[in-house]
């Protein structure tokens, strides 16, 4: 029942989109998973649960409207005939059996596809090189095309009337990401009829599509637009001036405005280089030229922020993303006053690693994100305990402090314990750094829950040997000690250690986690290729150390692209004047110097380093778990059934993946050996 405090009423209130009425503000923009048509079961149930946890509108992510906006190999949604009708169904079937509505993103990419299936040509403004596939080209469209191109918006709309949908979106923003941009953007379109010179006739394609799709489906479903207002590219692009004109000229047309900027790595921008609320400055001008409800994102976990949001005119329904993966229930949470509960998103941005690898999308605060289908794992209901086992946790790192969370929830009695003065092991010791201070939340999170269960004893500074793990009197044991930075280079590209002369020095990244702030020329080699390197770097480089990052790969941070952190990196790290050097390993630490050895042809080089830190790989910390195994006859004298190392401690990971172990080893504990595997998809509707 709702007990909310009186001052988030307001964001309980309907709001009126066309036809339709929403029953709150809480409004899940379209966004990607990685599940779409090839696991649609999945991303129908993940929305599903979204619905239930009290999310107003539950939206698709984009969704193909036509073989010529082909998103292979991309796991999206698509809508091209009726056989892709019961993929659609279905999830308008979850999300409408809790009361929410349903919306789709209708979209054709145009020059941002490669059509690697269906081998059709791309479509563009002008011909253009494609961006996924530069050395073919997109074609310019003739009118031909632009007829065939309204006409395929609106018969995918009169399909989406027909699933069910409650909301139906033009799709004009993300950049270069949709066709009805880059017809807007007056870089792509050098047209010379009238779709092309001035605004007003670069913007009558989208003027088009939105009155078609009013015409068809407007009756019963709204018509909603997605519009990127800045690309944050100055005079290069769309910008606030620009935005505005078309804004003024479109404002009564849509039922909706949801406003946001491009491109996506500035739309969902990470939590190291933007803050809750960031996209205000530039969007809240919509408000004041229409009189349409306006939906917009900002990573909103706060709900005194989202009222603000409302009251001052900003938005009419709180937009997100990422929030509503952290924390499906989020509000919920609100609606019942357990505000204090929320899982909050860390800006890490691993979900949307799940669309750029095209695996079914994971967060590093929800382990049952993605798998509500596949595992049968709800956000907030799970089995009650099948024993009355106790369990000793060593270890209060993401992994320990999960399956402490996970275990207390389904009825066990746990005792955690940790070696350090404070618990949350790597999050902690990361999140010192300032660019991942909000990843703490991982945490702080935990810790505030635990606190709140009497079946819950936590013991800091409580160092365990292998004696005192068999004296603790608890039937299962779980082993979360983490793990640590190798020191030796040791990893992908050195499979033998570095030669390092004595008067040399080199440290690890525990120490600099640690709080150690080395001066001189320091050299960081990134063997690692993911966020720790530039971080540190940047953190150094900030404090006026002057840094060289060295790197094997042709560029710094490269998975970080995944999720939408390697442009801004390249910007930060330039910004402070890192040095950074590709294509490079380490051959040798000498004093005062690293001797380097181009990765192709071996031609070496030197370059200055004080202090040398290698970010290459990790090994477990699992010494305790080790001795416990050569202690394994004693466990039955001690009442111990099992031992389990999670997390780190097993294999280093991500502290998603660290999450998840804790999560999954909880889940699973005294349950069928089956409850181990998960539900594949054999095909539901299309291919």
Not at 242 to 252: D, P, W
Request: glycine share 8%; with cysteine; net charge negative.
């Amino acid at each position: 029942m709702p007990n909310r405090n009186p001052r988030y009423d307001l964001l309980f209130d309907p709001v009126t989109i066309g036809p339709k009425q929403t029953r709150n503000r809480f409004y899940q923009v379209p966004h990607c998973n990685g599940m779409g048509h090839r696991y649609p079961r999945a991303m129908a149930e993940m929305r599903g649960v979204k619905a239930e946890g009290g999310w107003g509108v539950v939206c698709t992510e984009e969704c193909s409207i036509h073989p010529s906006s082909d998103l292979s190999p991309f796991t999206l949604m698509r809508l091209w005939d009726d056989a892709d009708m019961p993929v659609h169904e279905l999830m308008v079937e979850k999300v409408h059996e809790h009361n929410a509505l349903a919306g789709i993103q209708l979209v054709h990419n145009g020059f941002e596809v490669a059509n690697y299936v269906t081998r059709q040509t791309a479509l563009a403004p002008c011909n253009i090189p494609t961006e996924p596939f530069p050395h073919v080209q997109a074609r310019a469209m003739d009118k031909s095309d632009i007829r065939d191109f309204r006409r395929w918006h609106v018969d995918a709309a009169l399909r989406a009337k027909r699933a069910g949908y409650d909301i139906i979106y033009a799709y004009a923003a993300h950049g270069t990401m949709t066709l009805l941009f880059q017809f807007i953007l007056s870089r792509y379109n050098q047209r010379s009829d009238e779709y092309g010179g001035s605004v007003e006739n670069r913007v009558r394609l989208l003027r088009e599509v939105l009155m078609d799709l009013k015409d068809a489906v407007g009756d019963t479903c709204a018509v909603a637009l997605r519009f990127a207002v800045d690309e944050l590219l100055g005079a290069d692009g769309m910008q606030k001036t620009e935005a505005q004109e078309i804004v003024g000229q479109l404002a009564e047309l849509p039922d909706l405005w949801d406003v946001n900027v491009a491109a996506w790595h500035n739309d969902s921008m990470p939590s190291r280089f933007g803050s809750e609320a960031g996209q205000e400055d530039y969007i809240s001008f919509v408000k004041k030229l229409t009189d349409k409800p306006v939906v917009g994102v900002g990573r909103f976990t706060s709900p005194d922020t989202m009222v603000s949001q409302i009251r001052r005119g900003v938005l009419d329904l709180i937009g997100a993303a990422r929030p509503s993966i952290a924390d499906p229930f989020l509000p919920n949470k609100i609606d019942q006053g357990r505000e204090d509960e929320i899982r909050e998103c860390i800006g890490c941005n691993l979900c949307t690693s799940g669309d750029a690898l095209a695996y079914p999308m994971r967060c590093t605060q929800n382990p049952t994100m993605g798998e509500e289908w596949r595992r049968g794992w709800h956000p907030v209901r799970i089995d009650k305990a099948g024993s009355a086992d106790r369990v000793l946790i060593v270890g209060a790192g993401p992994a320990g402090l999960e399956a402490a969370l996970a275990l207390s929830d389904r009825g066990y009695d746990v005792v955690l314990s940790e070696a350090r003065a404070e618990m949350g092991g790597r999050v902690i010791r990361e999140a010192s750094l300032a660019p991942l201070s909000e990843w703490r939340r991982v945490a702080d999170h935990r810790i505030y829950m635990l606190g709140q269960r009497a079946n819950v004893q936590t013991y800091t500074e409580s160092s365990l040997a292998a004696s005192d793990v068999l004296e603790a009197a608890c039937e299962r044991v779980v082993i979360a000690t983490g793990s640590h930075w190798r020191g030796d280079f040791f990893g992908l590209q050195h499979q033998h250690p570095v030669p390092v002369a004595a008067s040399a020095r080199v440290m690890s990244a525990d120490e600099i986690l640690k709080g150690a702030r080395p001066d001189g020329h320091i050299l960081i080699y990134d063997d690692d290729h993911y966020y720790l390197a530039s971080a540190i770097a940047e953190q150094l480089a900030s404090n006026g150390a002057k840094v060289t990052l060295v790197t094997p790969e042709s560029d710094i941070a490269s998975w970080s692209e995944h999720t939408l952190e390697h442009e801004h990196i390249q910007v930060r790290l330039r910004e402070l004047d890192v040095e950074i050097i590709c294509n490079k390993r380490v051959r040798q630490i000498d004093a005062g110097e690293a001797v380097l050895e181009c990765v192709y042809i071996g031609r070496e080089s030197r370059v200055a380093a004080d202090v040398v830190i290698p970010i290459t790989s990790r090994e477990p910390g699992d010494k305790l778990y080790q001795e416990l195994l050569t202690e394994q006859p004693a466990w039955a004298d001690n009442a111990v059934k099992s031992v389990q190392p999670i997390g780190d401690c097993l294999v280093p990971a991500t502290i998603a993946m660290a999450v998840y172990a804790g999560h999954e080893y909880a889940r699973n504990l005294d349950q069928a050996a089956s409850a181990g595997t998960f539900r594949r998809e054999l095909g539901l509707g299309g291919e």
